[in-house]
């Protein structure tokens, strides 16, 4: 049987989540990445899921955006699928 690829990685999906909580919150890329202990480039490159990220930064910025990582991992906490032209 062959396996078809999901719509987006879970590598994408944390990306795109860790931008709309930011952007809920209205917290700068520079601010976040403050926060978390990362510099503001990592974090522009996580958030566009180009970056490998280490479970110690994912935790970070969970922390750093008052959520949990498995909230970041949901592929459906802010309807990621359904927002993705919008971004």
């Known amino acids: 049987m062959k396996k078809t690829k999901p719509l987006l990685s879970s590598r994408e999906i944390f990306g795109l989540n860790v931008r709309k909580a930011r952007r809920l919150k209205e917290i700068s890329q520079e601010e976040l990445a403050f926060r978390a202990d990362i510099s503001r480039t990592y974090l522009s490159e996580v958030e566009r899921g180009e970056r490998n990220i280490s479970v110690n930064n994912m935790e970070a910025l969970a922390i ?10 949901n592929p459906t906490l802010f309807s990621v699928a359904a927002n993705i032209a919008l971004d």
């Open 64 to 73: 750093a955006l008052d959520l949990t990582l498995p909230d970041l991992l």
